[in-house]
């Protein structure tokens, strides 16, 4: 009996391959679309479909288990509910929709979800999760890849610089796209040198450093007319090849950009799986999306810290740990619980870190000296002052006093770098 299980787990790898090559070929389908709405609605309509190169996703882990963020891709064989391929996402439109803005305006946001391309008719169906938690679906559409509409992607012929090169076929590791923001051509030694310093921060910290072998990290050398950022609340306007912008919904150190096809048609000329823009200023700041993109200044005298920061948002979907006092505006529902794996309104405890704390530590535990370096349930997280519990007193998503991951964010990042190893 023994024999007979170990036999059919060893073929659940095969059948996923085999399911892959099924199914798809090993370039992307890239989905433009715009969700538009404000605090209360939200609707979705689709710009383009694109054809990229290169499939750099897990051509193993096709359906994804995780289930992070708000936001969901399923992919189906046309005409049926058999289920290819999902992916969850955050995006910017979602955190816009909890300012005050989106209470007196609607906005449209683009943004793009990418799919393995096609061999056969497939239905694509985006989700998105209520402020109540309920999966809603926004939109769903027919794709036949032999449709003369889906535009080809343009070649831009623009020079990559190998970063990192890890030992892993790009569909076994985690592939980084790093796109300089406020570059100029003359710069672009500059962004060499800055793309060094990404790699060597991000091996610099736990749990990544154990994992080098499943990196890849390239950068693609797209130049900018002017030097910089741009910056409103100084009226600094710069002519940028991304135009990212602090001052995002109005917080200064915020910087981010509504530009998605510029930002996806530079991704997509590399095989990618995170992308990282790095903006050629001094300013501290920056920002990070679950599976959407990451952005920081590259020359503060904090950015090592900070591009590992935000690119535990990005790539791990962890969450801030900090939280503000009387904050107006909020960013989860405590009634329920987030998904992001250092977090917890202890609605749904069970699957976060429960299994890593010591017999004899109160839960909920005291913000006291004598539990530093104690993995508890600390009340404050995820801005929320009351009601949301981080696992670790301190840690990189709080603040950069101690420059480390809490154990709970690092097993959260070890398994996301599993996930796409597979
Ligand atoms: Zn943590």
């Known amino acids: 009996m023994k024999k007979t299980i170990f036999l059919w787990l060893a073929l659940l ?21 715009c969700l538009t709405g404000n605090s209360t609605v939200t609707s979705f309509s689709l710009k383009e479909l694109i054809h990229e190169p290169y499939w750099s996703g897990s051509k193993t882990n096709l359906i994804d288990t995780l289930e992070f963020g708000n936001y969901i891709v399923k992919v189906f064989e046309a005409g049926t509910d058999k289920l290819l391929f999902s992916k969850g996402y955050q ?47 926004g939109m769903r559409l027919t794709v036949n890849p032999d449709d003369y509409f889906i535009r080809n992607y343009d070649n831009l012929n623009l020079p990559v610089y190998a970063a990192w090169i890890g030992n892993r076929d790009i569909t076994k590791a985690v592939d980084i796209v790093i796109l300089p923001e406020g570059y100029t051509q003359a710069e672009m030694g500059k962004f060499i040198k800055d793309c060094d310093f990404f790699v060597e921060s991000l091996f610099g910290y736990a749990p990544y450093d154990r994992y080098r072998e499943s990196f890849n990290v390239r950068g693609v050398m797209v130049p900018s007319e002017e030097s910089g950022c741009t910056m409103p609340g100084d009226k600094i306007y710069k002519n940028t090849a991304m135009r990212f912008s602090f001052w995002t919904f109005d917080s200064e150190r915020y910087c981010m950009s509504t530009d998605n096809r510029d930002i996806r048609d530079l991704a997509g000329q590399v095989p990618y799986d995170q992308i990282y823009i790095l903006v050629n200023t001094e300013k501290y700041g920056g920002g990070g999306i679950y599976n959407f993109y ?22 791990a979907g962890l969450a801030d740990e900090y939280y503000y006092a009387g904050a107006s505006e ?59 519990y981080s696992p670790y007193m301190d840690c990189l998503m709080n603040t950069f006093k101690g420059h480390e991951f809490c154990p709970v964010c690092q097993r959260a990042i070890e398994r996301m770098i599993l996930y796409y190893s597979k």
Not at 13 to 33: G, I, K
Not at 99 to 108: F, I, N, P, S
Not at 120 to 132: G, N, P, Q, S
Not at 340 to 349: H, K, Q
Request: aromatic share 14%; hydrophobic share 35%.
């Open 13 to 33: 790898p095969c059948m996923a391959w085999a399911q892959f090559d099924q199914y798809f070929t090993e370039s992307s389908l890239r989905v433009d679309y």
């Open 91 to 137: 995006n910017l439109y979602g955190e816009w929709q909890t300012t005050d803005e989106a209470k007196q305006v609607t906005k449209t946001f683009e943004e793009s979800v990418i799919v393995p391309f096609p061999k056969a008719k497939i239905d694509i169906a985006l989700f998105r999760k209520t402020w109540e938690g309920e999966l809603v679906e």
């Open 294 to 315: 990451c952005s920081s200044a590259s020359s503060n005298n904090k950015s090592s810290d900070v591009i590992i920061h935000e690119f535990g948002h990005g790539f």
């Open 330 to 388: 909020h960013m989860y529902n405590i009634a329920l619980e987030p998904w992001e794996p250092n977090i917890t309104s202890l609605v749904d405890f069970s699957n976060k870190w429960g299994d890593m704390i010591r017999e004899g530590t109160p839960v909920p535990t005291p913000r006291e000296k004598k539990y530093i370096s104690t993995i508890g349930v600390y009340e404050g997280g995820g801005y929320e002052p009351e009601g949301m």
